[in-house]
């Protein structure tokens, strides 16, 4: 067996063992000192920072010693009258530490602000002899100074220009502005002079392109914050190299309430692929070495796909487990059972492996299985690691896993059972109510129409370890389920297997009932009575990062909550507990009109126009009152022209709201704003008939067939447009731009498709970008023109798709409930049980995956994320949405369709 490296850290041994067991928010920490603060962001700020610009010392630290450093470091910058920022609480610098506020803000756990009087350099190596001894990542937007202090040159209270730019801006040595970017590594500006040159240089030393002068990497096949994975080289000699996978493992990322790291996790799979080479199928170990303070493990490369990307592979052509061809079934049920005699060799060798799931499964090109990813096993004969490393794939963790009780076969038992629902379903275990056996067992009947497929999965993922089935008898009942559908025919699994019978109303009422009761729920109401919104940021150039945020936006904010709401008070559902939240999200919607009017975009999905469509809904369903206060701020939303033409953020998005807000406003402004929103429409439409995307002043723009950010959504305001005020203009543009949309489209078979670059899955289901929008279009001109050349092209393009879609996708702007929808426009206009039917499939596909949650509330994980949202577009509201148009299929209220003054909202 290889010798495992040591490793060596320098630490005080009081530090050493210090937990986040103490202070938690360290606001307590500095009314201990006697000092005010005020509240910045994500820190606490003590003493006034009134410079622009200038040098910025960061100090990082792991979660186990912040406290520690705090308390020897506020007194000496008190002592110094230096002002400073730090982190607010411990939750947050679990955030920020693991990266999930943002790739620029990693490590910075402390922000010093040098005053301009003060003597930097000797500030900077007093704080480098101060915190001697302490841990902490790295600081990737920093040069490092020594210990855990890092410097650059940027803003200390940023420039902010007129109209509200959010962008932080610095002065250059012309005093002209520039922006303060995060350049990675940090190179300081050319026209400032480095303070620092005592304690580290400018420039530190190149890094070698080769990793200990053996590997040379190649490619990055994963960024992530805790080390990336590459794809290499492996140089042996001049004429001898192979593929290598190389993992690295960042020092002080993900570091754990037992002063562990990503490296002590690297090191632990080290020794274990070493230990169970000879047994278990894993990727050879080349060398696992240290450089730069950073972990390398280096592995063979193995050339194949993910068992994960093969098993969607097979749903997204086929769509379900009935369908698939007999080859897909064949090659499934070989793979599955490979992998679980993987699991059941690995705990015959006494260890568990605490993060099975199909991503971490490699298939090479001779139908080869391997095991890729073993840093959470635990070793029973050892006992090791003590206590076990946590967390765990989303999905596939036990309960007990997830509460950290010590690891057993059972728990592996659990998630072998979540892989197999994943492999005979296509969709993620999050999706489905597995806490609930007969609600589990139903969903899994309804996707693969087989009883023992059911009872399998159910036997392994039991609440009650003790209830779970063992592997032998899992290998053995899916080797008996291999030879059955070996000797059946195809066309005899799927017949009848496809459940598209409408729902009963007492099961649609509950469904609507209880996913209301969840939007009211904790999970998605905070105690602000506010609802908030994910937001993934991309401020660095490498990973994204999420942050939840109050919105008040039409897409995934409170605007798009409150119309959903009021559209169910206006259908007759009983909408008094959203009373107060509802108050409150309009005061906060009104207050960001009001104080951000020139930061907020005029468009539809993320600005003013959806703000205003929220009005308008409130004053209608009697949540607002009918004053000249609500009035006017109605007006102010359409106040500014968009730069772009399109639905979602462009004057195709305002007219529709406009449309749809204008019983409400004054008619000869509403007639002057669409005029000119026309006006500019007409004039920009090209001879061929189409428009291009993008703000009307970009130099460079492209032709886009998707609904909300192409010529679709354009076409349909223009349609909504000549339906009130017809005009031969306006119908000419139309007629020119559904001519164009139908010469590029192919017709083939009975159907009608467009071809794109697009995603083909997500072109299929999306309304707002692929070629359900698409549909939704025509059904529309149809209804305008009566020509039964749109009835066609409509119907054609719905039958290109697919008729029984099984998606984990479930929203309203690009998934599941949006194509609903369109298929129940389709049957209120057409007159058509075809198009019925398909909204009956996918009213039964949700319905089998609605969570049940506390006091009778229940949700959706609506995409492919692992919690569930509110928003209208994106969220639990899209959804309700078309759970409520489908319960009112002859008088649907379609999103933001309007068809004359007289109509209702």
Avoid at 773 to 797: M, T
Avoid at 847 to 868: N, P
Wanted: hydrophobic share 40%; charged share 25%.
């Amino acid at each position: 067996m290889k010798t495992l490296p040591s490793k060596s850290i320098r630490l005080n041994e009081v530090l050493l063992n210090t937990t986040p067991k103490g202070m938690v928010d360290f606001k307590e920490l500095l009314k201990e000192f006697g000092l005010a603060f005020t509240i910045n962001d994500f820190y606490l700020q003590v003493g006034e920072i009134s410079q622009v610009q200038g040098w910025i010392l960061h100090l990082s630290v792991v979660r186990v010693q912040i406290e520690p450093l705090l308390r020897i470091l506020i007194p000496e910058l008190l002592r110094l009258d230096v002002p400073f920022k730090i982190i607010r609480d411990i939750e947050t610098a679990k955030f920020l530490l693991d990266a999930e506020l943002g790739y620029y803000r990693l490590g910075k756990i402390v922000a010093v602000y040098p005053k301009p009087h003060t003597d930097i350099a000797r500030l900077a190596a007093f704080l480098v002899h101060l915190t001697d001894g302490f841990r902490g990542p790295a600081i990737p937007t920093d040069r490092h100074l020594g210990s855990i202090v890092y410097t650059r040159y940027g803003s200390y209270n940023p420039v902010i220009k007129k109209g509200g730019d959010r962008t932080r801006y610095i002065y250059n040595v012309a005093m002209e502005l520039i922006p303060d970017e995060f350049i990675m590594p940090y190179v300081p500006p050319a026209d400032v002079k480095w303070p620092f040159d005592i304690i580290a240089k400018v420039i530190p030393l190149p890094a070698g392109k080769l990793f200990k002068n053996t590997y040379k990497p190649l490619l990055v096949i994963k960024e992530d914050t805790k080390g990336r994975v590459l794809k290499g080289i492996y140089m042996k000699h001049f004429l001898n190299f192979r593929h290598c996978i190389i993992k690295e493992g960042k020092r002080d990322m993900w570091l754990d309430e037992n002063g562990r790291d990503i490296q002590d996790r690297l090191r632990w799979q080290y020794k274990l692929c070493n230990d169970l080479s000879e047994d278990i199928p894993f990727p050879k170990i080349f060398d696992l070495f240290e450089e730069n303070g950073d972990l390398y493990l280096v592995m063979e490369f193995i050339n194949g796909n993910s068992l994960e990307a093969i098993i969607a592979g097979f749903y997204e052509k086929e769509h379900r487990w009935q369908v698939l061809s007999l080859k897909n079934k064949t090659l499934l049920f070989k793979y599955v059972i490979h992998v679980v005699r993987i699991i059941q060799l690995f705990h015959e060798k006494g260890y568990i492996h605490r993060d099975i799931t199909p991503a971490n499964f490699l298939v090479d090109k001779k139908d080869r299985i391997f095991l890729i990813d073993m840093e959470l096993s635990y070793s029973t004969t050892e006992n090791f690691p003590d206590p076990p490393f946590k967390f765990g794939t989303p999905g596939y963790v036990s309960r007990e896993q997830k509460y950290f009780r010590k690891p057993d076969t059972k728990q592996d038992i659990y998630a072998v059972g979540a892989l197999l629902l994943y492999a005979f379903t296509g969709l993620s275990p999050l999706k489905y109510n597995v806490k609930k056996t007969d609600l589990l067992l139903d969903s899994i009947h309804f996707f693969t129409g087989d009883p023992e497929i059911g009872s399998l999965i159910v036997g392994c993922i039991s609440v009650d370890p003790e209830q779970r089935i063992l592997l032998p008898e899992a290998i053995a009942r899916l080797e008996a389920l291999q030879l059955y559908y070996a000797a059946v025919e195809p066309r005899d699994t799927a017949a009848g297997s496809v459940s598209t019978g409408r729902l009963t109303p007492a099961t649609l009422s509950g469904i609507i009932d209880s996913a209301w009761k969840g939007i009211m729920g904790d999970d998605f109401l905070t105690e602000d009575l506010l609802w908030d919104a994910p937001v993934l940021y991309r401020a660095d150039g490498r990973n994204g990062y999420m942050e939840r945020r109050y919105l008040p936006e039409f897409y995934s904010g409170m605007s798009g909550i409150l119309y959903a709401i009021a559209k169910a008070k206006i259908l007759g559902y009983n909408m008094d507990a959203f009373s107060s939240a509802y108050e409150q999200c309009m005061a906060f919607i009104k207050g960001k009109i009001t104080a951000d009017n020139r930061e907020i975009e005029p468009g539809l999905y993320y600005g003013l126009a959806g703000i205003g469509v929220c009005i308008a809904i409130s004053i209608e369903s009697g949540y607002l009152p009918e004053e000249e206060e609500q009035l006017s701020l109605l007006g102010e939303c359409f106040t500014s022209v968009a730069d772009s033409l399109d639905y979602a953020n462009g004057i195709a998005g305002q007219g529709m709201a406009l449309l749809y807000c204008s019983r409400w406003l004054a008619q000869d402004f509403v007639k002057k704003q669409l005029d000119e929103y026309v006006r500019i429409l007409l004039e920009s439409q090209l001879r061929n008939g189409s428009w291009t995307s993008g703000r009307r002043t970009d130099p460079v723009r492209s032709r886009n067939i998707g609904y909300v950010e192409g010529v679709p959504g354009i076409i349909d305001f223009l349609l909504a447009y000549v339906g009130i005020y017809p005009t031969e203009a306006v119908l000419s543009a139309i007629r020119k731009g559904l001519e164009w949309l139908v010469k590029l489209g192919v017709r083939r078979n009975g159907t009608f498709y467009w071809k794109t670059n697009e995603a083909s899955a997500a072109f299929l289901i999306s309304r707002d970008y692929g070629l359900p929008g698409i549909a939704a279009l025509f059904i529309n001109a149809y209804q305008q023109f009566k020509d039964p050349s749109y009835q066609r092209i409509a119907e054609e393009v719905l039958r290109y798709l697919p008729a029984f879609p099984v998606n984990e996708n479930f929203t309203l702007g690009d998934g599941l409930s949006g194509l609903g929808e369109v298929y129940l426009k389709a049957a209120l206009v057409f007159k058509s049980d075809e198009w019925m039917s398909r909204a009956d499939w996918i009213a039964q596909h949700l319905a089998h995956l609605l969570i049940t949650g506390k006091r009778g509330s229940a949700f959706w994980i609506m995409d492919q994320g692992t919690e569930s949202v509110a928003g209208l577009m994106r969220g639990g509201c899209g959804a309700l949405h078309f759970f409520m148009n489908y319960s009112h299929p002859t008088g649907m209220y379609p999103l933001l369709r309007f068809y004359g003054p007289s109509a209702k909202l």
